[in-house]
């Protein structure tokens, strides 16, 4: 089991830039491939991205390709989220979610583990 808590998000400018940061409780989180989900209201959850478990490989989202940087520091059991050039239309709740798949690391029914979201909300 991981117990996943997000952080770092809130309001921002268009343009402008935010860090989310996962932490995980456990000692196992090397074990899991990680991945960053959001969801607008009503819409459905969608992927962003997602990194390997030893951190060397990524992928993610066409909408977040060359704005977003996923990373992780498994000495500290956390997963990161940098986004830049963020869009009003980036606003959304980020979860993130920890899974045992790469194949198939960008369908959120691969994952069995989520953090409660942190909102992030892009003002024009």
């Known amino acids: 089991q991981v117990h996943l808590v997000e952080s770092g998000g809130g309001l921002v400018q268009a343009g402008g830039s935010l860090r989310l940061s996962c932490g995980a409780a456990?000692?196992?989180?090397?074990?899991?491939?990680m991945g960053w989900f959001r969801q607008a209201p009503g819409k459905d959850r969608e992927f962003v991205a997602a990194?390997?478990?030893?951190?060397?490989?990524?992928n993610y989202a066409d909408s977040a390709k060359g704005r977003f940087t996923i990373s992780r520091d498994n000495a500290k059991n956390t997963v990161y989220l940098q986004m830049n050039s963020l869009k009003p239309e980036d606003t959304a709740v980020y979860y993130c979610?920890?899974?045992?798949?790469?194949?198939?690391?960008?369908?959120?029914?691969?994952?069995?583990?989520w953090g409660q979201g942190t909102q992030v909300t892009v003002s024009s």
């Open positions: 979610a920890a899974g045992a798949s790469w194949t198939f690391s960008f369908a959120s029914h691969e994952y069995n583990h």
């Open positions: 456990g000692r196992t989180f090397s074990n899991y491939v």
């Open positions: 990194i390997t478990r030893d951190g060397i490989s990524t």
